[in-house]
Nanobody
Framework: VQLQASGGGLVQAGGSLRLSCDAS????????MGWYRQAPGKQRELVAL???????NCTDSVKGRFTISRDNTKNAVYLQMNSLKPEDTGVYYC?????????????WGQGTLVTVSS
């Protein structure tokens, strides 16, 4: 499956963006879907995950501001980002996961750049 992320851009602090990740195939069989981000000079970090059953998990720094959702009928995953801060700046990557025998098999999109100005 191929992933196409979109929706990034330049926004002022306090603003909002909605990221979309469109998959070329069905996402219903994946165990989890999520978003990671990589800030300049830093390692890639998990932002939010949504599991097949619908439960979600997100990093503490975005709780209350970001919401992850998915639409299996459109094979898409979304990240609604509100109250953006300059430290949210980075390249955001869409990710799909399959869990098998204790391991995670990951699929990655190409990333979309989010820049938050102060």
């Amino acid at each position: 499956v191929q992933l196409q992320a979109s929706g990034g851009g330049l926004v002022q602090a306090g603003g909002s963006l909605r990221l979309s990740c469109d998959a070329s195939g069905s996402i219903s069989s994946f165990d989890a879907m999520g978003w990671y981000r990589q800030a300049p000079g830093k390692q890639r970090e998990l932002v939010a995950l949504i599991y097949r059953g619908g439960s979600t998990n997100c990093t503490d720094s975005v709780k209350g501001r970001f919401t992850i959702s998915r639409d299996n009928t459109k094979n898409a995953v979304y990240l609604q980002m509100n109250s953006l801060k300059p430290e949210d700046t980075g390249v955001y990557y869409c990710n799909l996961k399959k869990y098998w025998s204790g391991a995670s098999f990951d699929y990655w999109g190409q990333g979309t750049l989010v820049t938050v100005s102060s």
